[in-house]
């Protein structure tokens, strides 16, 4: 099992400008539920909420109000039943490969002939078997982003949590990731939360789409793809995505603000 | 496809490159460095030669009572004795100084109970304290070594510090995500994400370590390359007072370039970032 949920969480800031405090309402009572092996995508514009919302959920922020469960039970701070992928990855520049994804279960108590067994299994999963040895800084974007997948997968925990992962690299290496990460949610079924500001994106990968603006959930909509989803190319030209990825649109458009 | 394949035409012919490649090759730094200390050193005894000896002294008559001084062993006796106090205070400085600038970077409330003391400590006039310290230690040993400390602590210790807080918060929420504790965060993310700033501080207190050891020679019991120091000055005899001042500043160098070599050691990681490996 793995599902997680936000209830009613809300988040507030408080900044000094210009010698003046104030406060923002970075999240207005924020509820939705992961269920077990779905992919949810949160999208929203810059500054909606979303990266909060998953850092909260993570562990990594306190929220102001409300709670969030995994499996039903509440947690507080962060746990090794949710898996965090970063960014920008952020692998420890004076890792290997290899060290890195060992890193992860080390913290989890793994010791031995297992802990590096294990990480090589997660690192030939995602398709780096060749690159263990290599440091970050010899590594693609794409590459890294694969180690961070990788360390994250193989705590094996019961929720992924994706933070734009895939927003920093170029668009080929983008398509080819989002194929990956089709390819691994097939083999393990993850439960994955998803946040992107990326319209396709949300639409190729989620089973439904959280649209945030400013704290608070738009809509929820449910993607009429099946899965497994294979070729993303070709799902990209089928009338079911372009429908998803307008109403998407729409809902983050819908009586605009004037915020542009 | 067509465009690019175009694209990559245009520029020179590739078999032209490799030749303009070795043509370029940069004259490595070590010939730089001979040429420019050969440079200094003729200019230097030619000038110096028309200074009074009292005033001035020139390379090749330091040279001279560097063979001098050498001969006799007391060169090196004084070596000896002004190294222990150094390397006694010097490791002390960096054994304490390292952690505590972790701590003090890392913990908040040591920040803001030991800041202060170690910003002040780096501008202490420690030359004034000497006689103090003289009273509490004693002319000795252990007073050489707690000036050297003393001197060299304040740089470690405020680069470590600076080094931790510039550790990008993300690589220690990865520690966060994985459940680390405190302990494992600050030895394996934060240590190593500031061992450049560690090294940077270690270099730096080289420089005020060596001055640190002649003024506690000066100061406290005359000992070492310190008294020579004066012993030749009091003499009118310039060109050996230069010979521990020379020998000093060449040790310093090769205290640097050892802790150099000790950071792409410890450290391989930082120079391939910074693209320096192939240097």
């Keep these: 099992m793995g599902e997680v949920s936000l209830i009613d969480v809300s988040k507030r800031f408080t900044l000094r400008v210009a010698g003046e405090i104030q406060t923002v309402q970075a999240l207005s009572k924020v509820s939705f539920t992961v269920r077990d092996g779905e992919i949810v995508s949160l999208i929203g514009p810059s500054g909606c909420g979303k990266t909060t919302a998953l850092r909260i959920a993570m562990g990594l922020e306190t929220a102001s109000g409300g709670r969030v469960t995994v499996d039903g039970r509440e947690v507080a701070g962060c746990g090794h039943d949710r898996g965090m992928v970063f960014q920008h990855a952020e692998l420890l ?3 290997t490969a290899l060290q890195n994804v060992m890193f ?5 108590g793994m010791r031995g002939d297992v802990l590096r067994d294990t990480a090589a299994r997660y690192l030939d999963l995602v398709g780096l078997k060749d690159s263990r040895n290599r440091r970050p800084h010899q590594l693609s974007g794409g590459m890294k982003q694969r180690v961070g997948i990788a360390r994250a997968l193989a705590i094996d925990p019961k929720v992924l949590l994706m933070d734009e992962p895939f927003g920093a690299l170029d668009a080929q290496t983008r398509e080819t990731m989002q194929e990956e990460l089709m390819r691994l949610h097939e083999r393990t079924k993850k439960t ?11 639409a190729l990968i989620a089973d439904r789409i959280v649209v945030m603006r400013e704290g608070r959930i738009q809509e929820v909509m449910q993607v009429p793809l099946p899965r ?12 079911e995505f372009a429908d998803t990825r307008y109403r998407v649109w729409q809902a983050l458009h819908a009586d605009a603000p004037t915020m542009h | 496809m067509v465009e690019i394949a175009g694209r990559t035409a245009s520029p020179p012919a590739a078999p032209a490159e490799p030749d303009t490649e070795a043509r370029r090759r940069p004259l490595p730094a070590w010939v730089i460095t001979t040429a420019s200390v050969v440079v200094l050193l003729l200019v230097w005894e030619f000038f110096g030669r028309d200074i009074n000896p009292v005033f001035g002294s020139y390379p090749s008559q330091i040279a001279i009572a ?5 001969r006799s062993g007391k060169l090196w006796a004084a070596l000896a004795d002004s190294l222990q106090p150094f390397a006694a205070g010097y490791a002390l ?14 913990f908040r409330v040591v920040e803001a109970a030991l800041g202060i003391y170690v910003t002040a400590g780096y501008a202490m006039p420690l030359i004034a304290l000497v006689p103090l310290l003289v009273l509490w230690l004693g002319l000795g040993f252990k007073v050489k070594v707690a000036t050297v400390f ?22 220690i929420e990865v520690g966060k995500s994985f459940v680390a504790p405190d302990s494992v965060i600050l030895r394996r993310i934060i240590l190593p994400a500031t061992l450049p700033y560690i090294m940077a501080g270690i270099r730096l207190a080289v420089g005020r370590a060596v001055v640190a050891m002649v003024i506690a020679e000066f100061l406290t019991s005359i000992s070492g390359l310190g008294a020579i120091i004066i012993n030749s000055a009091n003499n009118f005899d310039t060109a050996t007072m230069f010979v521990p001042i020379v020998l000093l500043m060449v040790m310093a160098i090769g205290l640097n370039w050892l802790i150099g070599w000790v950071e792409r050691l410890v450290a391989p990681w930082q120079a391939e970032i910074a693209g320096r490996d192939q240097e």
């Design chain 1, 228 to 239: 497994p989803r294979g070729d993303l190319g070709r799902t990209r030209g089928t009338k």
């Design chain 1, 104 to 108: 992860g279960l080390e913290m989890k």
């Design chain 1, 192 to 202: 994955i939360l998803f946040v992107t500001h990326d319209l396709d994106e949300a």
């Design chain 2, 66 to 70: 560097f063979v001098d001084l050498a």
């Design chain 1, 93 to 95: 520049p004076w890792l």
């Design chain 2, 93 to 106: 400085a960096i054994v304490i100084g390292v952690p505590l600038g972790l701590v003090i970077g890392r």
């Design chain 2, 150 to 171: 003393l001197m060299s602590i304040f740089p470690i210790c405020i680069n470590t510090w600076l080094g931790v807080t510039a550790v990008p918060k993300t690589l």
